[in-house]
């Protein structure tokens, strides 16, 4: 459309210029008037086109000035045509003044609006796919509009006076251009009326333009005239009905002819017609506008937009009225389609996130009694189905997760997806069903055909208390509820309480003060001794304590856990590298050997280089990397095992002696055993345990005691509490120990008072 209307009006601008240089070179006396006024709307065409090719405001705003000052220009140009057309040699100097004075005024007015935007605005807006800058019409544009349709006004009635005057042969020339006017004015009203970006009468001025100059030129019958106006409407997009002040339509054109299947030109059918097609309008109301929806024979959906404008003879008497009815069947689809995928999800068809919520707020903002109940699911490891099967894979099982939802829910539920494997869906608590949402959603097997995966799905329910609590706040505490039963392959569905919620409180009440916690040094390294076989201590192990200011003494079981979700571990095991090397920058002063193992987390690696910050600390405090002893659990060797025995022999490779604490808690042990090269090994104390009376069991441990001997390894064996398991790990081989049997972690004050005493 924007490319159609820059060659129209480009057209126009070159044949209205032709006309002006015509009419100058003209030899009779009405050539100049004529020139003037068809070179007067050659400003207006020229912003109109500027309005139509910007995408930019700037450009646009330009625009506008240009088609508003050429406006009143083409007024003033129009009235000086019209008192030398119409002969009206003596014409009122009071009149003449008051109307040059107000179009100076509204000169003036337009000057002063990019400083106080008081006469127009722009706004973008998408019309037929393209982005347009629609005017904003303010006070100073309402006077504008008055004026211009005021000297209009004046200028038709003049028109009008000789027309009704003037003997017949004479009244036609008059009455011609009085056609042009009431066209272009009429559509100059449509086009202010409909709202839209594209000023369409521009055309219908600039032909008034290329007539008056034909016309008051080049003289020609009415009936020609009659034929052009006619067809200029039949070319137009919209079905046209004009009808007289009665309401009796008196002329369509040929789209309309077509629309309401007038024959032999019986215009006055054409209401009936249509309102068999349309229902019932009023054609007496001024000005409406409305949409109307058609469903054919074939079932095929057409929109309709109908418009009825009125045709002004003067303030206070309405000459007639006209229809249009245009077809914008495809613009509602494109509008339909474009809603629907701003509010579905394209993979599943599902709402969206947003959407989702704003029906779920829309429904608890109801008043019933209904109670509500919040679902939220997720797929129990779907990005190792993407890892293994595919990516195209994974969307089969969002597929199917989808349609198992759709195939569940009533229609009283709303449903959508949130994110990635993330459903959510909210439900009356009457129609909420936990055996058949298990058995639907809780795991099923998904197949391509060629690839089969069982698909387990971990389900949080919340049942809605408040119906103020925020939609958002909602599915979090339904996947909180999800949270217990994340690592567990036989539960699928799991329900919030107050207890998860005292958990998500306190999970936020430690998280919030762990900054603080370590500046004030609330956070203390407790030291638990290592002793040898004579018990003779040769060292620590340091392990994270919370002096609470409130809450008093925190185990690591309080605090831990919390902080290893959320990766701010890392904070608290950087921290008691530092402690621990403050303590053995210490001991090296006072004579002291002992050494020190500090853990390193999981996470640990995620969030910092671990070698390069502990190789820091040690050269910071002058201490021997041996006397700083790095532990790391075989969870760590777990993850990318590859990139962790790099980091172990780099350690190594520093002269660090690299421990591996909780030996026996997984299951690749032995098979890591002979490809990590660390220096010791901490035995898990759950085998001691197990193993005490156990004839079994301490034959397991007395095999890897053996075997860690034959590799030159280091063992050590944690969790020891009583005489009777000392002594049997003595008989075995054991060398190293560590438990509450010597002493259990200490303040570091005692632990020196200990290493004292002992």
């Known amino acids: 459309m924007r490319v159609e209307f820059t060659i129209i009006f480009s057209l126009l601008i070159l ?3 032709v006309c002006t240089i015509s009419s100058m070179h003209s030899k009779k006396i009405i050539g100049k008037s004529v020139a003037f006024l068809v070179c007067s709307i050659i400003p207006p065409v020229i912003g109109n086109l500027i309005i139509i ?58 000057s002063f609006n990019p400083v106080f935007t008081h006469a127009f605005d722009t706004e973008p807006v998408m019309f037929e796919g393209n982005l347009y800058f629609r005017l904003i019409p303010k006070l100073g544009q309402t006077y504008h509009r008055i004026l211009d349709y005021g000297i209009f006004a004046f200028i038709f009635f003049v028109f009008l006076i000789k027309t009704i005057r003037s003997i017949k042969i004479y009244a036609e020339r008059y009455l011609i251009m009085l056609i042009a006017m009431v066209v ?54 919209e079905a046209l009905y004009f009808f007289d002040s009665s309401g ?11 629309l309401a299947d007038i024959t032999d030109d019986d215009y006055a059918l054409a209401e009936s017609q249509l309102k068999d097609m349309f229902g019932e309008f009023d054609l007496k109301t001024e000005e409406w506008s409305t949409e109307k929806k ?21 303030e206070r008497k309405i000459v007639g009225s006209f229809l249009s009815i245009r077809d914008n069947t495809e613009e509602q689809l494109a509008l339909q389609k474009e809603k629907y995928n701003a509010t579905h999800d394209v993979l599943t068809g599902l709402y969206t996130k947003e959407h989702l919520y704003e029906c779920i707020a829309q429904e608890l903002q109801k008043e019933n009694d209904k109670n509500y109940a919040i679902v939220y699911t997720n797929v129990n490891n779907f990005k190792m189905i993407n890892d293994i099967f595919g990516n195209d ?42 055996a058949a949402l298990e058995e639907s959603l809780g795991h099923f097997t998904v197949s391509n055909g060629h690839i089969s995966h069982n698909v387990l799905i971990h389900i949080g329910v919340y049942f809605i208390p408040d119906r103020s609590i925020d939609i958002s706040v909602m599915f979090d505490r339904a996947r909180i509820a999800i949270s217990g039963i994340k690592n567990d392959y036989q539960i699928y569905m799991a329900y919030y309480d107050d207890k998860m919620r005292e958990q998500v409180l306190w999970d936020q009440h430690i998280s919030s003060q762990l900054s603080d916690a370590i500046a004030t040094r609330q956070i203390r390294p407790y030291l638990q001794p290592i002793v040898d076989s004579s018990g003779k201590p040769i060292g620590a192990e340091a392990l994270s304590r919370w002096i609470h200011p409130t809450d008093g003494f925190l ?58 910050v502990i190789k820091n600390l ?125 002493a259990k972690p200490m303040p570091l004050e005692e632990l020196e008072e200990w290493f004292d005493r002992v």
């Open 15 to 17: 044949i209205l210029t």
């Open 53 to 110: 090719c910007s995408t930019d405001r700037f450009p646009s705003m330009v625009g506008y000035y240009i088609y508003f000052l050429g406006m009143d220009a083409v007024m003033y140009a129009l009235l000086r045509f019209t008192l030398r057309y119409c002969r009206i040699t003596r014409p009122n100097k009071i009149v003449q003044f008051t109307i040059d004075a107000l179009l100076i005024i509204d000169v003036i007015q337009y």
């Open 184 to 237: 272009a004015c009429v559509w100059e009203t449509f086009y202010i009326f409909s709202g839209t970006p594209i000023d369409r009468s521009m055309i219908g001025f600039a032909i008034f333009g290329i007539l008056t100059y034909f016309f008051a030129l080049y003289y020609r019958p009415l009936k020609l005239l009659d034929r052009m106006l006619a067809g200029m409407a039949s070319e137009l997009p």
């Open 248 to 258: 009796l339509c008196i002329w369509a054109n040929d789209r309309g002819i077509k």
């Open 294 to 314: 058609l469903i054919t024979g074939t079932d095929t959906v057409k929109y309709y937009l109908l418009e009825k404008h009125t045709i002004p003879y003067s």
């Open 393 to 434: 894979f994974g969307d089969r099982v969002l597929i199917e997760i989808a349609q198992r939802i759709r195939a569940t829910m009533s229609e009283g539920c709303i449903y959508g997806r949130i994110a990635g494997d993330i459903f959510g869906m909210c439900m009356p608590v009457d129609e909420f069903d936990d």
């Open 555 to 612: 185990s690591p079981a309080r605090f831990i856990p919390v902080l290893e979700h959320n990766g701010m571990i890392a904070e608290v095991d950087k921290y008691m590298w530092k402690c621990a090397c403050e303590i053995l920058a210490k001991w090296k002063k006072e004579g002291r050997e002992q050494f020190i193992s500090v853990n390193i987390s999981p996470k640990d690696f995620y969030f910092m280089d671990v070698v390069g």
């Open 618 to 742: 040690v050269e910071k405090y002058e201490i021997e990397p041996s006397r700083l002893r790095i532990e790391i659990t075989e969870t760590v060797m777990m993850d990318d095992p590859e990139n962790k025995i790099a980091i172990i022999n780099e350690f190594k490779k520093a002269g660090f002696i690299v421990e591996m604490d909780d030996f026996g808690s997984g299951y690749s042990s032995l098979n890591m055993l002979q490809d990590m090269p660390v220096d010791l090994i901490k035995i898990d104390m759950g085998f001691l345990n197990k193993s005490e009376f156990d004839e079994k069991g301490q034959k397991i441990l007395h095999n890897i005691l053996n075997m860690t001997r034959d590799l030159g390894i280091i063992s050590l064996t944690e969790g020891v509490e009583t005489t009777e398991q000392y002594s049997m790990l003595l008989s075995m081989g054991c060398r190293l120990f560590q438990g509450y049997h010597f």
